[in-house]
C-alpha cells in the first residue's frame, strides 16, 4: 500500500511529521552534495598492508571490484534488472583500470529508472547497450579467467549484484565490504558504502545529482579490500594462499 493511497485517511499530526522529515532529509542530503568532491577513480592513493598474502605474491588470482546499476519493474518498480555492469582492477601501476562496463538492456518493462541512485535514464537505455544474456557470459567469462588468472571479486552488498546477474560464485572468492565484521556496525549492521570509504579512505563518492556510478563504486570497493588485505584474509585463515599452495604442488607433481 503506497503513502498516496492513504495520505487522506492519516491523521493531521502524523502528515506534517512525515512532511516535516522529508524536508530534513532533503536538506539533509542537498548539504551533503554541496561537501562532495569528484572522485578520482583513475588513480588511487592507498598502499596495501605489508604481508605476503597480498595480490603481489598470488599469480594464480585477479582482484576485481563488481558494481552493478538496476532498475525497477513490476508494480512500484521495486522488483530490480541489471541496468549496467561494471567491472575494474588495480594494476600494477597503481591505477585503477576499468575491465568491463557495458549498459544492459532490461529484460522486462521499466516502471522505476531509479535515476537519482543508479544513474539510468530512459534515454540512456535506447542507446547503445548489449542484452542481458550477453551481458551475463562476458562477466562469467571475465570471472573465470581474466588474463589467466580466476577473480577475486570484490564488491559492497555483492549478492544484489550477482542476483541481477543470475550468477552463483564460490564463496572463497568473494570479499564483501558489507559483510567484513572491521567495518559493520555494532549489532552486525552494515554501512553504506560512502560511509566507509569516506571513513578509511578519506575520499567522498557518490555525490553527483546525476546517480551512482558503478565503475565510482566497484573502484571504491577495490580500494577498501586492498587496504586491509592483509588482516583481512589473515580473518580468513588465508585461503587463497592454501589455493595456490596446493596448485604449486599438483605443478610440480607432474
Known sequence: ITITENVYSMPLSVLLLMISAYKFLEWRRTKLQKKTVDFPVPEISVSPQSHPCCNDNLTSFAFVGLDCEMVGT????FISLLARCSIVTLKDDGKIHVVYDKIVQPTKKVTDYRTKYSGITKELLQGKT???EKCQSEVNEIFASYEGKQCVVVGHELQNDFDVLKI???SYLVRDTATYPRFMRTGRRSQKLRHLVYEHL??????????HSSVED???VLML??????EWEKSLGYP????????LHRFRET
Open 74 to 77: 513490476g508494480r512500484g518498480g
Open 130 to 132: 548489449v542484452s542481458f
Open 168 to 170: 552463483r560464485y564460490p
Open 202 to 211: 578519506g575520499q567522498r563518492i557518490q555525490g553527483s545529482s546525476d546517480g
Open 218 to 220: 566497484a573502484a571504491a
Open 225 to 230: 579490500y586492498r587496504k586491509f588485505q592483509a
Open 240 to 247: 587463497l594462499n592454501k589455493l595456490e599452495a596446493r596448485k
